[in-house]
């Protein structure tokens, strides 16, 4: 077909594109930014809820673009409208902002790039194509799905490989007069790649995270266009990261395959390729194997699932930085004073092979971030979230403020603060003693051992000799002095050399005080405890469990 013909085609496949792509060149200039800035962009589909793979990935996007002054925005991908949800785009952005991830541009906070949603830029995808047809690397395909069909199936079984290329693409060289009669026909039609390449040929690339990559060159003449004028993906996004001046495209490694097509679109479109950076999946470990992370299988590949159980946002977003760099644990162990927005983060530090999720890892980076966290801070937030989740905790709550505090603020200043807490709801099972009316309803039901301690001995201890004025030290030496004329040990070592010389030992005295004040073995210090309580409360719950081991 002769350039003339190709031309006088082209107008006849769009007679409504009135455009060049020159005028878009010129509607999306360069970004005015400064040498090394990135611009990243996520793009989610409509089509459900996100996933922690998509969380990952615009959090990737957001940390490079921040921390290089550069531009994150969210482009919607919507050219696949069969398969979009109702409430999916606000659905997506609700997402993201529940975990603080704010695009510098989208359809909602708007920017100079738009618009941020793919099926309203139809005609500038329609304008490109249209460029390509007069250029000879594009063409109308008429085939219909029966005829596909029957290809693959002589693919099949000649076990060749699957695709309209070569001698299966049969209208690529149809002539501008057989395509004027298909179309006075009506017969329907899509827009084909008229593919240069030769997959002898190799092409290659370098990624950011796996290295130097070689393929063979794309030679599918894959569609462009739909039957309805939409884009594939495969068109749309090339077109829109060079007219958005994308720099580093940050995606899941499914997408390296596509690399020799995006590419070859790259380059017979006449643009700059980006920056190609392929993270490692996000996998689990199931029965003996690995798998990837499932959103179908595996509630926590919802994001809505950390808010549901209590997980702070920011710790989530700690484990995401633990998974975007192996060396972000260690430094965010070791910089108490520091947020994730001081580390810098790098390329070479990402994995190259798949990357477990690890839920006991996030609970225990979630320890640290509650470690950190002032009990002031620690009321005020597990407040807001039983808002949302257990309004009968957050009255209790709310009518015990004073002593929540307190309760939550115990060993929050020493070398080594708690880490019990590692969810909201873990506040309200580790600091149930904290509120009366819910220590009565558990009954010492904590008390994992058993044991039933000596009542009369604790009672003489509270009423005769507890000091809550005094310092933690000045406390113990007292129970120290009040054990050893008990006939307990003034250590445990000293009662292990000479069991038989002693009923016990110190800590057992107040391991009896800790179990019928808070109903369990195990807690932060027993003294802060004892002086928030009071004695009458302390006395009041030591009656409590009077009656229940009488």
């Not at 603020?409 to 708690?418: A, Q, V």
């Amino acid at each position: 077909m002769s350039n003339d013909e190709r031309i006088e085609l082209a107008e006849l496949l769009f007679p409504n594109i009135k455009h060049d792509r020159n005028y878009y060149e010129n509607m999306y200039p360069e970004r005015k930014l400064k040498e090394g800035a990135m611009v990243t962009r996520f793009g989610p589909s409509p089509t459900g809820f996100v996933h922690m793979g998509s969380l990952f990935g615009s959090f990737c996007d957001s940390v490079f673009a921040k921390q290089s002054n550069g531009i994150f925005y969210l482009r919607i991908e919507d050219t696949d409208q069969k398969r979009s949800i109702e409430n999916g785009i606000d659905g997506i952005f609700s997402d993201l902002d529940a975990f603080d991830i704010v695009p510098d541009e989208s359809s909602i906070v708007g920017g100079e790039y738009g618009p941020y949603i793919q099926s309203e830029r139809t005609e500038i995808y329609q304008t490109y194509v249209k460029d390509l047809i007069i250029r000879g690397y594009a063409y109308p395909c008429f085939m219909t799905e029966e005829e596909i069909a029957a290809i693959r199936e002589e693919q099949e079984i000649n076990k060749t490989k699957l695709g309209i290329y070569g001698v299966y693409a049969v209208d690529r060289d149809l002539s501008l007069g057989e395509i004027k009669e298909k179309l006075n026909n009506s017969e329907e039609y899509v827009i084909r790649l008229k593919s240069p390449g030769n997959s002898k040929n190799e092409v290659e690339f370098i990624d950011l995270v796996k290295g130097k990559i070689k393929f063979p060159e794309n030679d599918m003449d894959l569609v462009l266009l739909k039957k309805d004028g939409t884009p594939t993906y495969h068109l749309a996004h090339v077109i829109d990261d060079h007219l958005m001046h994308t720099t580093h495209v940050i995606r899941g490694d499914e997408w390296v395959s596509s690399i020799p097509l995006h590419i070859q679109l790259f380059d017979i479109l006449g643009f700059d390729r980006p920056q190609y950076v392929h993270t490692a999946p996000i996998t689990k470990k199931d029965d003996g194997g690995i798998r990837k992370l499932s959103k179908r299988k595996d509630p926590e590949a919802k994001v809505s699932y950390y808010d549901e159980v209590g997980i702070p946002i920011d710790a989530v977003k700690l484990y995401l930085a633990t998974i975007l760099n192996s060396n972000f644990e260690e430094w965010y162990l070791n910089n108490s004073e520091k947020s994730i927005d001081d580390f810098t983060f790098s390329f070479d530090k990402m994995a190259v092979g798949g990357t477990l999720f690890d839920l006991d890892k996030l609970n225990n980076i979630s320890k640290t971030y509650f470690s950190r966290k002032s009990g002031e801070d620690v009321y005020n937030e597990t407040l807001a979230w039983a808002n949302k989740h257990d309004l009968e905790y957050a009255k209790l709550l709310e009518e015990n403020k004073d002593d929540m505090i307190k309760f939550l603020s115990i060993e929050k200043d020493g070398p080594r603060p708690r880490k019990d807490i590692a969810k909201y709801s873990d506040v309200k099972e580790e600091f149930s003693y904290a509120i009366d009316s819910m220590f009565i309803e558990e009954n010492y039901a904590k008390n994992e051992s058993n044991k039933v301690y000596d009542i009369n001995l604790v009672l003489d201890y509270i009423n005769n000799y507890l000091d809550l004025n005094v310092t933690n030290e000045e406390w113990f030496n007292k129970v120290r002095e009040f054990a050893v004329e008990n006939g307990y040990a003034a250590t445990p070592k000293e009662y292990k050399k000479n069991p038989d010389d002693y009923k016990g030992h110190v800590g057992d005295i107040c391991e009896a005080i800790r179990v019928m004040i808070t109903g369990r073995m195990k807690s932060p210090d027993l003294f802060s405890i004892m002086r928030v309580l009071g004695k009458s409360r302390i006395l009041d719950r030591i009656d409590l469990y009077s009656k229940i081991y009488k």
